[in-house]
């Protein structure tokens, strides 16, 4: 609730609530709505002369300061509301010049960072002072006799500062620190007659207002007991602490307390409440939430990777496999062996094929075997990573490879140093080092080209730094070069600075590229100097492939590009892609599997069972019966049929499978888009009782791999869905995630992409335009996709989000306490949240609890998934944290208000230790207020239901797949107890909890993971 009680007569009070303005008499009473409508609008502040009122709103798609006349608010008439600042990013926090003929406010910038001006009333701007990123720059109030602008800047960090009173003179353009101390100092507000200055302070764990004489300097404290301040809350950008204003006559200050309005009396510090009625009328859109069902029998793969066309049909790789489509229709897998096959070519002159292969116990090499069928062999046996392999003239081969080895701990998505190979007669040379991206969204693996007489090799590569005219742009930018193969003539042809791919076409005229997830082309024009290209920044001519472009381009011939998108292979002519028509032709190489299912039966006696039925049932020597892959009898009658494989579980306690609603297990991409045999994270889950995960920033190349390996069968883990690679708003800050929303088209391309590669839910990752959130939310719903929306810990924003219609939201908003305003709002709306306590906004994180007093490093079970230096590396000397420092249970507080209110609260470990996280999270639920059956409702039940998965997910019910987790002591006595897992049941397959080696049926050993061998 933000208020301005400062009319000239002192007879009003206007304020926010729920995002509309209201206005009533100072004393309290009946409040009249100033706005209405679904825009959402905030900081009210009287003109000087009384007559107007700004507020901050996102009527116009992005919040922008808007003037309302005072008598008729959003009335149609000659005083309808006007946008004063005109921005395209949001415009905060408005306060009136003491002219009343300018306003001052914060505005974000495309690079993250805030930037103070002074708006006039006739279209213009000045700036007056900048922050770098996400510092936010507001509370502005003008000084008159001192000529100065008082301002609150969260430029530090607290305990040791925090946010720091500044002022700008109007005179000399000067900046100086007027108020720093420990526990900060923000929210300055000005007496009427310029002498006190009233300011925010957090005292220890206290928030308290502070009045200042200006002349003198001397301070006192007037009120405690302030809600806490927005001091850690990282993005907010809306101001430390909601506004406060002082009665015209400067006997009170007039803030929000306890979710009311009140006065204190500036003498003797008492507190009056203010009290008031307000009519509150919201438009709620209904809450985006699609089940999803898994597929059983005959099922698809959703990932299509390395797809183009040869002289013998459409060349791709799919379930680890190599595939040709062949030009009459058949699909035929090339290769069907154990080890993971990448980045396919065909030498066609010669009628080979050439890949890469992978194996945990081998690592990576290149073979190459018959395209007609024939026994494969070994090109180059070095073990590391391979990617682009290229045939060239007379039988040469180049290829990139990770140079060094994957040694002690090493992982291959961490690599970015490679080398280009070039193997000729038999014999291998490394023609030049070639650099990876250090950033971890965007990876796409490199191209290499040789020219038709084989004298020069063409390959990419990215180079640290960007030449684009922001270098906070991107940490490296991608290149294009050419070199010949004994490693001389060494040139930069082409720069693209927000490019993540780029294909020469086969007779050197054409480029294709991609950036900011939209492919282009681009004319080969080199004359002796790099060339730069954007299609974004308006660099060079491009054209735009396709509306329903893809990731993985290639040149089926010099005149057509291809792409796979989902189980279709596109082909677009480069006359239409220039002319801007259609005439895209596919070609279907879906490839079909049966979803690898047990057949068996088993039988879980003699347990006790927490069922996480609507009822919370516990079940005393029950049996749980499961046929095949789902729940067939649960209760302490039944009768066990003779070919059950039985486990008796006396004195056992079993719950249900665990669904972590927000997972970073899966890792990162490797630059050669490579993915090992067994994934650390995804393992690691199973083995703690994750049977599923939402992986929350991922891409659209690898989870819907890993989970075509898990349904197949050819991989161990959790099943798992994703929202692919997250959609950021601003493209300086998270360059590679940036996803232009300029239209409904625009969205609704993202979303039919996501969806088309397997994706189930968006992720709206900090939009910061209401404008593009609503486009983005619009179109996952025509999708059928769900919207899972990152907080950021903005609650402005993320209340929009929530009358929108999002599924949910990720993090906490950073907010604490919640009143009963907002409470109702998450009620009535069907919105979640999932607050990842290990990662709270606004305040020292969660995990610091267990950093501090655990030996990660000694821990057995996690040693099995990670490697004793690595877990020394994070964790040998960590921050320490007071147990009142910790400020998870404070949030705890504010979510047990919301799922006692029948919101779902969730569990999600957010990767930060695979599996180990989400009871780490259930731990921090019960510290805060949860019951230990609360703690379990949100990281089995809740979760599922979150997510659309709650018919076949969530609790041990008839009908249900048999997702279980077996524990050998009580987790309602103690929730760490959760931790305790002999075994982990996972669609009726039993595995070990200890390392998630497969129990039943078909017994099979858990290897050691790759990094963790001696080489």
Known sequence: MRISARPPDGRHIAFELLGHIYEMPIEGGEARALTSGRSWN????????????????????????????????????????????????????????????????????????????????????????????????????????????????????????????????????????????????????????????????????????????????????????????????????????????????????????????????????????????????????????????????????????????????????????????????????????????????????????????WTDADLGAAHRRPLAGGTATEVSSRPSQYMSLTPGPDGALAFIRGAGGLINGARIEEQTDFELVVVADGTEHTVTDVGGSVMAQGRAPHTVHFDQTGEWLYYTEFVLGNIAPNPGLSADTLVLRRIRPDGTGKATLYRFPHAERAVLSPDLAWIAFREYQRSFVTPFEWIGKPVTISAYDGVGFTRRIDPSDGASMAWSDASTVSWPRGGTFHEKALDDILAGTDGTRTTDITVRYEVALPRTTIALTNARIITMDEERSVLESATVLVRGHRIAEVGPQVVVPAEARVFDLAGHTVIPGLVDAHAHSVGQLATTQLIEQRLPGVTGSLAHGVTTLYELYGSEEKEPWVSDMIRSGRMDGPRMLSVGAPMYGIREYRPRTYRPIASYDAADQHASYSRDMGITALKDYVNFTRADRHQLITAARERGLNVLSETAAIPQMNFTQIVDGVTGLEHTMGLTPLYDDVIELFRASGTGVTPTLLVVYNGPVGQAYFDQSQRYWEDEKLLRFSTEERLRGRFRRVTHYWDDDLYSPEMVAAMKRLFDAGVLINAGGHGQMPGRDMHWEMELFVQGGFSEMDALQTATRNAAVYHGLGADLGSIEVGKLADLVVLNADPLADIRNTQAIVYVVKNGVVYSGEDAARVYPGPVAAPAMYFQRER
């Open 42 to 357: 905030s900081f009210p502040r009287y003109s000087p002369d009384g007559t107007r009122i700004a507020i901050t709103s996102d009527r116009g798609g992005s919040e922008d300061v808007w003037i309302l006349g005072r008598g008729t608010g959003d009335a149609a008439s000659a005083d309808a509301p006007e946008n004063v600042t005109k921005m395209a990013l949001p415009v905060v926090q408005g306060s009136w010049s003491a002219d009343g003929r300018a306003i001052y406010a914060s505005a974000l910038e495309q690079n993250g960072s805030m930037t103070a001006y002074r708006f006039n009333l006739f279209g213009s701007r000045q700036e007056l002072a900048s922050g770098t990123t996400f510092q936010a720059i507001t509370h502005f109030d003008e000084h008159t006799g001192r000529g100065v602008l008082f301002y609150e800047h969260v430029d530090r960090q607290v305990p040791q500062s925090g946010a720091r009173i500044k002022t700008y003179d109007l005179e000399t353009a000067e900046i100086r620190v007027h108020r720093e101390r420990p526990g900060g100092a923000f929210n300055p507000t000005l007496s009427p007659d310029g002498r006190q200055l009233a300011y925010g302070h957090r005292e220890d764990r206290d928030v308290v207002v502070v009045l200042r004489d200006l002349e003198t300097r001397s301070e006192r404290v007037l009120m405690r007991g302030l809600d806490r301040d927005h001091q850690e809350s990282g993005p907010y950008y809306f101001g430390v602490a909601p506004n406060w204003d002082w009665h015209p006559d400067g006997t009170r200050l007039y803030l929000t307390r306890d979710g009311g309005i009140h006065a204190v009396d500036i003498s003797s510090g008492e507190l009056t409440e203010v009290p008031f009625r307000a009519p509150v009328d919201r438009e709620v859109d209904e809450t985006i939430r699609f089940p999803f069902e898994f597929p059983e029998g005959e099922t698809h793969a959703w990932s299509y990777r390395f797809a183009h066309r040869t002289p013998a049909g459409v060349v791709f790789e799919a379930l680890a496999d190599i595939w040709l489509a062949e030009n009459d229709g058949g699909i035929r897998n090339l290769t069907q062996t154990a080890a993971h096959e990448t980045s396919p070519a065909v030498d066609a002159d010669n009628g080979w094929l050439y890949y890469a292969t």
